[in-house]
């Protein structure tokens, strides 16, 4: 069987790459290179820059950048006014992102442009073909909204710039007019070879302003005007400002000319020079009025064929072909939302989740002075290790590369540790080989103790979107270890195969590469062993830097060593938890034990179980077993509140007692969001019913982060106080799903609460999604509205797998549900 498979997987890489015959066992690593590489080459290129409206740029460090910026030029002010680049909450955008994207193809992107009252459309197209990782094409279409002038005009800027080695220069025969018909740039760097970006003029019926100022003669507007700089690399991400500067010059040479009384219109003066040449950037600016459509080309040297418009129109078909194609294999969405209306919300969420991706590189701020006061052994601990922070200067570490889904491109573009493995749950399920990646790229952030930093704000660009109180990083602080989660879902899904390799027999590629690993065991063993040192590493961190004491204060307990403690709390924040402001004993004391972070290692405690057997670790194994029991145990013995009938947080008296402190809401039941409370546990129903009552966690619109009937709901920033979490309500829903598909005294408690909660978040996310055009970071959880952060699109894509679990309504309790 398994030389076999082998065997079709050797024959399928001597087809694809002319590769040397690998014989059936001999030679894994060789097959490990070259998916990896054939991996390496489809995700080469992607809109990873996501923080933009759009730019695109390569898996590789300081390479080409390129992207799009545009404004109305209706009037003196619209453009300073009016600019877009970067996504912005204040722009009044009335929805936009990726309609479908897959990040193997591409897709489209759609924006609703109110400020302009223009929407565009923008089709992102993969070819692959060479050495090189193959080309691409971009596809530009704007139609003025319903509101607009019918002759509004538009400026679109196109720009490419080099942030690291390499050359690009414009290749047209300079025109002191400006540019008619394509405008080409051609470059070189080392790691991509040659290639070349052609920007068309677009159709015949593109239509452009027409007046009778004396300017339109020399510079008419149905040209083209490009502008070369040498701006220093580190610079270039500060495209929007280095552009405008370069308008300024030429409004001061028409105002010398002509006098402020007799000014060209808007669109002519705010023409950028044809300047065209060498340079670190190029600004090729169009000037349109009314709908207009133009591409993008980028061909890669090595690549047989160049890319062109016939070929963009063609991919942008079979694009949205095999989304749609494999969204219905994937995510179609089960009853009740087997509709079109569900459908298109579905492919959305799904999209600006994979449309999100980003590639980052640079160094991040790290405070490594290791200051005593970060033991935070001492009372008053927090005022301490403020002062510590206060006086320490932190350093950029060395740079570093990061490729990983975002929460949401306005507002926090770049990566979040504990965002992640929720992000990827959904991932997982359309692109198990993407996900792979993403989750060795995180690791490979971990320093030599095991930690890794739970915000990443790699380089300057990313660091100006992060307020600066925000922008270093703690070598001492934690955050829930959410990718033991994914992990645990990929090793699932690994050993519950029933053949493994049976699609092998297509000589298809570009489909098989997303789930290579699932379909051939020893490429599957072959990652987990290349990532299980990092994976105990970062596990033994946690146990050695985040421990609590349970012996000083003569605790009862199963085990004197499975206990833990958040570090870097404040009075009322314990951010390294990811539930910010959720209450927490008070005072904050250094003998206090965090029911949350248990319960997060108790989950990544099973999975690194898991994931020791599948590689056949049995000792290890073993070991992870005696935790996992221990852990198990100690969330009772050391959380479990007779009188609270809830789980909740230890801290330590006065009188120098181990006492609880309790506050009903997502802490106090996490250890059922990780599992760890079982179908037959006396614990499960003060939970069921904690969840279920109105009075606390349910509403109509999702599970409350805080009990209503606790004295600080609603209180203070509010943020983890009442609103209503997609990611937490999602562990709530699966762990439902779990007690209502296995024997159990509260099975049809749970069924019921599972099917009204999965109606009941899958709806309000949809309504809201509807009436404002965006997914939201949370829900009020009296009137449904999203709040805080707009364009969610990260853990809020859950919605998409919750659509997708299995209706349990249908023939209640007659029949075995499985999955
Ligand atoms: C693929 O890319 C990753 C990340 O950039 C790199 O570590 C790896 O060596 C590449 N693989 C090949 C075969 O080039």
Same mark, same amino acid.
């Given at each position: 069987m398994h030389y076999e498979l082998n065997l079709s997987f050797a024959l399928l890489f001597f087809c694809l790459f002319g590769a040397s015959y690998v014989s059936a066992s001999d030679d894994v690593s060789t097959l490990i290179k070259e998916v990896s590489k054939a991996s390496n080459e489809s995700l080469l290129w992607g809109p990873y820059k996501s923080n933009l409206y759009f730019g695109v740029h390569p898996r590789i460090p300081k390479s080409l950048v390129a992207g799009l910026m545009w404004t109305r030029v209706d009037s003196f002010s619209t453009v300073q006014e009016n600019f877009r680049h970067t996504c912005e909450q204040s722009e009044g955008m009335a929805g936009y992102g990726w309609d479908e994207y897959d990040i193997r193809n591409g897709g489209r992107q759609t924006i609703h442009d109110t400020g302009n009252t223009l929407d565009i459309t923008i089709d992102f197209i993969k070819v692959p073909g060479g050495a090189h990782g193959g080309g691409w094409g971009v596809r530009v279409k704007g139609v003025p909204r319903e509101d607009a002038h019918v002759e509004q005009p538009t400026m679109m800027v196109f720009y490419a710039g080099l942030e690291g080695l390499g050359t690009v220069q414009v290749q047209n025969e300079l025109d002191p007019l400006g540019h008619e018909g394509d405008v080409r740039l051609a470059g070189e760097t080392p790691e991509l070879g040659s290639f070349a970006i052609d920007v068309t003029a677009g159709p015949p019926s593109n239509q452009h302003p027409l007046h009778n100022h004396p300017s339109y003669a020399e510079k008419p507007l149905d040209r083209t005007f490009v502008t070369s700089l040498e701006i220093p690399a580190e610079n270039i991400w500060q495209t929007k400002a280095i552009f405008l500067s370069q308008l300024k010059p030429e409004v001061d040479a028409y105002v010398a000319k002509y006098g402020t009384d007799n000014l060209p219109p808007p669109p002519q003066i705010f023409t950028i020079a044809n300047n065209p040449g060498e340079g670190s950037i190029h600004f090729v600016q169009k000037m349109?009025? %009314? +709908?207009?459509?133009?591409?993008?080309?980028?061909?890669? %040297?090595? #690549?047989?064929?160049?890319?062109?418009?016939?070929?963009?129109?063609?991919?942008?078909?079979? /694009?949205?072909? #095999?989304f749609s194609d494999r969204f219905e294999k994937v995510f179609a969405p089960l009853a009740p939302f087997n509709t079109p209306e569900y459908v298109k919300f579905s492919k959305s969420m799904l999209s600006n989740l994979v449309g999100g991706i980003g590639y980052f590189y640079g160094g991040g701020l790290v405070d490594r002075t290791g200051a005593p006061e970060y033991e935070e052994q001492d009372e008053g601990f927090w005022e301490d290790t403020a002062e510590a922070r206060a006086r320490a200067t932190p350093f950029p570490e060395e740079e570093r590369e990061l490729f990983t889904c975002i929460p949401s491109r306005p507002f926090f573009p770049r990566g979040f540790l504990w965002d992640e493995g929720f992000h990827l749950i959904p991932v997982i399920d359309w692109d198990i080989d993407l996900t792979l990646d993403i989750v060795k790229s995180w690791l490979n952030l971990m320093d030599d103790d095991g930690w890794i930093a739970r915000e990443q704000i790699l380089g300057l660009e990313a660091r100006s979107k992060v307020p600066p109180d925000f922008t270093v990083q703690y070598p001492h602080y934690a955050n829930p270890p959410t990718l033991f989660l994914i992990l645990e879902v990929f090793v699932n899904k690994l050993n519950s195969q029933a053949t493994p390799g049976g699609d092998w027999h297509q000589q298809d590629l570009g489909e098989n590469i997303r789930s290579v690993h699932l379909q051939n065991r020893e490429l599957a063993i072959a990652y987990l062993r290349s990532i299980y040192p990092l994976l105990k590493r970062h596990y033994f961190w946690f146990k050695d830097t985040q421990w609590g004491d349970v012996k000083t204060y003569d605790r009862k307990a199963f085990s004197t060593k499975e206990a833990y403690r958040w570090r870097g709390r404040d009075v009322q924040h314990i951010l390294t938890s990811g539930l910010d402001d959720y209450p927490r004993p008070q005072p904050p004391h250094p003998g206090e034990l965090h029911v949350d972070l248990i319960s997060w290692m108790g989950m990544a405690t099973r999975s690194m179980r898991g994931i020791a057997e599948t590689l056949g670790e049995k000792e290890d194994a073993e070991e992870f077993e005696a935790?996992?029991? &221990?852990? /198990?145990?100690?969330?009772?013995?050391?959380?479990?509140?007779?009188k609270a009938q809830t789980y909740c947080d230890a801290t330590v008296d006065d009188y120098e007692e181990s006492v609880h402190s309790c506050h009903s809401g997502y802490i106090s039941i996490s250890p059922f969001l990780t599992g760890?409370?079982?179908?037959?546990?006396?614990?499960?129903?003060?939970? =069921?019913?904690?969840? #279920?009552?109105?009075? +606390?966690?349910?509403?109509?619109?999702?599970?409350?982060?805080?009990?209503?009937?606790?004295?600080?709901?609603?209180?203070? +920033?509010?943020?983890?106080?009442?609103?209503?979490?997609?990611?937490?309500?999602?562990?709530? =829903?699966?762990?439902?799903?779990?007690? &209502?598909?296995?024997? %159990?005294?509260?099975?049809?408690? /749970?069924?019921?609460?599972?099917?009204?909660?999965?109606?009941? =978040?899958?709806?309000?996310?949809?309504?809201?999604?509807?009436?404002?055009?965006? &997914?939201?970071?949370?829900?009020?959880?009296?009137t449904g509205g999203g709040q805080r952060t707009q364009h969610f699109t990260g853990w809020t894509s859950l919605v998409v797998k919750i659509m997708v679990m299995p209706d349990l309504t249908v023939g209640k309790g007659s029949h075995h549900d499985e999955l």
């Open positions: 349109f009025q %009314g +709908e207009f459509e133009f591409d993008i080309l980028f061909s890669s %040297g090595s #690549s047989p064929q160049p890319v062109t418009s016939e070929s963009v129109t063609e991919g942008i078909k079979s /694009a949205t072909k #095999s935790y996992e029991t &221990a852990i /198990a145990r100690n969330i009772d013995d050391l959380h479990w509140d007779d760890m409370v079982g179908p037959e546990s006396p614990r499960l129903k003060p939970i =069921l019913n904690l969840i #279920s009552n109105r009075d +606390e966690l349910w509403s109509d619109y999702g599970i409350r982060s805080l009990s209503k009937g606790d004295e600080l709901y609603g209180t203070g +920033e509010n943020y983890w106080r009442s609103p209503i979490w997609i990611n937490i309500n999602y562990l709530v =829903l699966k762990n439902l799903y779990d007690i &209502a598909t296995a024997p %159990g005294p509260h099975r049809d408690q /749970a069924r019921k609460m599972y099917s009204d909660l999965r109606k009941n =978040l899958v709806n309000n996310v949809f309504n809201e999604w509807k009436k404002t055009g965006f &997914a939201w970071e949370q829900y009020n959880p009296e």
